[in-house]
């Protein structure tokens, strides 16, 4: 997540209060994200936490969004949290879980052949850019904001592209940090979809990573679409997160 907090040059990234607080730079709530950096057990703990990012983000003047982790959550809390949001003018905006594979099954169909290239030029960055952009129904405008940026690709977050005969057709980005692999940005356009390109695209990426670090554990928050292919993939789910959008 602290990617969207470095690629524009515009962002801010602080820890305060019990919460991570990454600001993109870019007016865009699910590109402001905040994140519990340790277990809450009450109510009012929780709502101090989510009024600390409001304040933070209202300063700002930026739309902002909370990353809740189920798993962070103790006693009562645990089990009627929505509400709360909801007094904060916070609305659910989806359920991701959170599934880790320590090593990837093999996979069960053969896969078809994609080129994968790295994002590391103006090409690469233009084309994870707009299939970002469709696929998860961000404005275009404001993907540029992010993913076009050269500097975006210094940090941690590296990026690979799937082209099928020259055209670029799907994405996936990871993320190393502390011992595991984050599984980011998977998505394959409309016309391609559940042929496979995806998860031969990832495979190739985690490939890459393993080559790179010898790290073999992996992580990722699932959609509902991608839900079963990560079960086949060797992945299980281990926590749940809620989204909440300003």
Do not use: H
């Amino acid at each position: 997540m602290r990617f969207f907090g470095q690629a524009s040059g515009s962002g801010d990234i602080q820890e305060r209060d019990g919460v991570l607080l990454i600001d993109s730079g870019v007016d865009y709530a699910v590109f402001n994200m905040v994140l519990l950096t340790s277990p809450v057990a009450t109510r009012a703990e929780l709502e101090g936490r989510i009024a600390a990012a409001a304040d933070y983000f209202r300063r700002r003047g930026a739309r902002w969004s909370f990353w809740l982790c189920e798993d962070l959550l103790d006693g009562p809390v645990r089990c009627n949290f929505d509400p709360i949001f909801e007094s904060r003018r916070l609305r659910r905006l989806t359920e991701a879980p959170g599934m880790l594979a320590d090593r990837l099954a093999p996979p069960t169909r053969r896969l078809p052949a994609i080129e994968s290239r790295k994002v590391r030029d103006r090409q690469t960055r233009c084309d994870f850019t707009q299939i970002t952009s469709l696929n998860f129904e961000i404005p275009y405008s404001t993907c540029r904001l992010i993913y076009e940026q050269e500097r975006a690709w210094d940090f941690d977050y590296k990026g690979y592209v799937g082209y099928l005969n020259g055209r670029a057709v799907a994405t996936v980005a990871v993320v190393v940090a502390e011992g595991a692999a984050g599984v980011y940005s998977v998505s394959t356009l409309p016309a391609y979809r559940r042929r496979g390109y995806a998860e031969a695209l990832m495979r190739d990426a985690l490939s890459d990573c393993v080559r790179a670090t010898g790290i073999e554990r992996t992580i990722l928050q699932a959609t509902r679409a991608g839900y079963a292919m990560y079960q086949k993939m060797g992945y299980r789910e281990v926590t749940r997160f809620s989204v909440y959008i300003t």
